[in-house]
């Protein structure tokens, strides 16, 4: 899995709440079998007119956003669907961190499996991010130290230690996991006789 | 004697392999649903790392989201995309050993239409699947919820998931609904009520005498969109209604085994005196037909209601939200929703396309013909279901009223294959989800009920399906 330490760049606002996953990006993108190349996908619908030209008043077709690490967006990020596609898309585009009020449960869970750090912070404080990244200001996410610095402020925010800890050393969950196999299998062997029906096919 | 635990804390209790520091647990997966979205990343994953599927036999693979709903489908996908990855699905379950229902197959479906209809779906089960409306099967007592790809290449490696509890909320819905007034009218009342993030961080439980009158459909449709509301998964306490609906499917218990799961499933309602954290009361009574206007779930209100005004709403957010949705919908503030004239009709979907759907789509169509403005199409929510239906004579009614009675799918609840909506399109919709461009980019979907659709069909706008129950039609009158 891709690492993520520290991300310093030039952040584009989104200022809208309840990003959904569709406008992320649309479902006639999802017939990949593939992880990557989503990036020219990533909000589809705000960012090409139907013909495929560039809407020039979206905020990924202005420079310098082209160019963005961090996009800041209002509550609720992120609802819908559980399309992984959603992370795939922002990391492919270059996207590395979001930060946002709040997060659909799916999403902030898909973001942490790819590299990709969604960070929460409260209300006031996006609302001077998002005026700050308008202004083109650069922003710095450092999740070891757990902050957010922009224009001389600094913002700390929360994260779980464990996908802190993965998120930094870019490990890899299923291996984590397989190193617990022998409960894995005492589990299933107590379940199989208490509940044979459960493995009965 | 041990504290009062909910539903969920006891199946979460039972299923936890080890519990770690940080409070996350390592939690077990009994049934896996795959469909061809969403898996092809987990598979390639498995077969980069050398790894195998754990348990095939607890995992069950289906291609829903892609496939053609039309009858030439046999033929085979068109589209290549589609095709390429349907196929890598039929390769993937070959290779690792994994239960497949083909298109070929009667017993192809929506995800979450066939869990339960083969009685994969049981009480006190984890099931996930990488989709979000996985919470459907929480109408079954199970705990049921969506994952993304990787997490689904961790299950088929693991059989379990790195998980953290979630908050618990009791929703009691008590007394009678309306006539007229079903499942879907109740949760979209519930998500008007709480909003699209509501439910975040909760797993939501369905109490009440109005839950508990549900039929298992019902159930099914009400969990199904616990998910707009936020929450991961829904539940509903398993009984009689339960079982029966269980006993004799395929996958179900069976023998001495039924009587030893029964007796099992019967100690996991919540507790007399078990506590949540959150508690939303609604009466059945005050719940009227639903409809959206606006571009998410909680953008509803009654059919009675009008089109808001967001120069009255002080929330900026809020405000902007609404401006933007009514600017999309192409709906002016304070117009009556029963003015809204809708060219498109779909019917289906993982919320609305089971038997019990179709029933009352016909009991409306039944004598009427589908406005002449309007294309409307049904689409069943497996081949068994169809099946049924036509064993029932349901086809027959629909074909008469002029419906498009199709084969099973998603078909244009997310539009991945050819059933979308045109720029502008107004579409009365039974599935769960009115985002832009969710039904085809540029298309207006409107939320509602099975009833509610066709009453919206035969009319040629969004109506109160109460004033046609109220007013049977009149011999002169069918036919036309
Ligand atoms: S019917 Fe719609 S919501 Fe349900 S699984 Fe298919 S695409 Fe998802």
Sequence with gaps: ?201 | MSKPRTLFEKIWGSHIVQRNDDGTCILYIDRHLVHEVTSPQAFEGLRLAQRKVRRPDATLAVADHNVPTSHDRLKGITDPESRNQVDTLEKNVKEFGIEYFGMKDKRQGIVHVIGPEQGMTQPGMTIVCGDSHTSTHGAFGALAFGIGTSEVEHVLATQTLLQRPAKNMRITVDGELAVGVTAKDIVLAIIGKIGTAGGTGYVMEYAGSAIRKLSMEGRMTVCNMSIEAGARAGLIAPDETTFAYLKGRPLAPQGADWDKAVAYWKTLPSDAGATYDKEIVLAAKDIAPQVTWGTNPEAVAPITGVVPNPEEISDEGRKDFIKRALEYMGLKPGTKLTDVTIDKVFIGSCTNSRIEDLREVAKIAKGRKVAANVYAMIVPGSGLVKEQAEKEGLDKIFIESGFDWREAGCSMCLAMNADKLQPGERCASTSNRNFEGRQGRGGRTHLMSPAMAAAAAVTGKLTDVRELVAKPVTPAKAGV
């Excluded at chain 1, 619908?45 to 905020?59: I, Q, S």
């Excluded at chain 1, 209300?123 to 610095?149: C, F, G, H, S, Y």
């Design chain 1, 1 to 201: 899995m891709n690492k993520f330490t520290t991300l310093s760049g030039i952040a584009a606002p989104l200022p809208m709440v309840n990003v959904d996953t569709d406008a992320i990006i649309p479902k006639q993108f999802l017939k990949t079998i593939e992880r990557t190349g989503l990036g020219k996908y990533l909000f589809n619908d705000l960012r090409f007119t139907p013909e495929g030209t560039e809407k020039p008043e979206f905020v990924l077709n202005q420079e310098p956003y082209r160019k963005a690490v961090v996009l800041v967006a209002k509550e609720n990020f992120g609802c819908g669907s559980s399309r992984e596609h959603a992370p795939w898309a922002l990391m492919d585009f270059g996207i590395h961190a979001v930060i946002a009020p709040s997060f659909a449960d799916i999403f902030y869970n898909n973001c942490f499996k790819n590299g990709i750090l969604p960070v929460t912070l409260p209300k006031e404080a996006v609302e001077t991010l998002l005026k700050a990244a308008a202004e083109k200001k650069e922003i710095t996410v450092d999740l070891p130290n757990q902050r957010v610095v922009c224009d001389n402020k600094t913002y700390s925010f929360d994260v779980e230690p464990f996908r802190k800890h993965c998120l930094i050393n870019g490990l890899d969950d299923i291996g984590l996991t397989l190193e617990h196999e022998k409960n894995i299998a005492a589990y299933e062997k107590e379940q199989k006789g208490k509940q044979p029906w459960l493995y009965a096919t």
